[in-house]
T-cell receptor, first 113, second 117 residues
């Protein structure tokens, strides 16, 4: 019972490099999310996908793109990484309404130097 | 716009003391959902409880209890007889449902709870 799986767990990038964070869930959830967590800031929503085929911006979308590849997979891409994107990234998924909890992946610790 | 405020940045208590974590929320929606998550030092996010806006019934689960009051827009969390293993960052969060799916959680900044032996 894997739940939400994120890869990689750790990554160091140089400024200007690109990378894609992968996320997959095996709970047949409609909705998927990407958050970033910075010290003292809580978690902030970057992008979300309420259902397969749709994506929407969250609170802090600048510098990121997403792809909802299918119902299981939701990727986050940094086209040109900046030091301000150093953070811990969490992927999550949930059922179709707000009355279900979100399940989170283990997180990706990204450092941009 | 939605907002969740956890005014207590850090709380430190001695083991066996009771401790209450405060959460105040703002939303214009009449239907919304509130959550508490725990983040232990290992970093994962652990779901604790969910409440919808129509259910103001308080809940007790072992040493944990939650007090939801719409009149004060608060959803406070109490740990009774705290233990060292309760040491973690606790997040309160809010979401609404737009009809197309859940809109994502708005988190408070978290309360770092330290239980000293």
């Amino acid at each position: 019972n894997a739940g939400v799986t994120q890869t990689p767990k750790f990554q160091v990038l140089k400024t200007g490099q690109s990378m894609t964070l992968q996320c997959a869930q095996d709970m047949n959830h409609n909705s998927m999310y990407w958050y970033r967590q910075d010290p003292g800031m809580g978690l902030r929503l970057i992008y979300y996908s309420a259902s397969e085929g749709t994506t929407d911006k969250g609170e802090v979308p600048n510098g990121y793109n997403v792809s909802r590849l299918n119902k299981r997979e939701f990727s986050l891409r940094l086209e040109s990484a900046a030091p301000s994107q150093t953070s811990v990234y969490f992927c999550a998924s949930s059922g179709p309404t707000g009355n279900t909890e979100a399940f989170f992946g283990q997180g990706t610790r990204l450092t941009v130097v | 716009a939605q907002k969740v405020t956890q005014a207590q940045t850090e709380i430190s208590v001695v083991e066996k003391e009771d401790v209450t974590l405060d959460c105040v929320y703002e939303t214009r929606d009449t239907t919304y959902y509130l959550f508490w998550y725990k983040q232990p030092p290992s970093g994962e996010l652990v779901f604790l409880i969910r409440r919808n806006s129509f259910d103001e019934q308080n809940e007790i689960s072992g040493r944990y209890s939650w007090n939801f009051q719409k009149s004060t827009s608060s959803f406070n969390f109490t740990i009774t007889a705290s233990q060292v293993v309760d040491s973690a960052v606790y997040f309160c969060a809010l979401t609404t449902y737009s009809g197309g799916g859940a809109d994502g959680l708005t988190f408070g900044k978290g309360t770092h709870l330290i239980i000293q032996p």
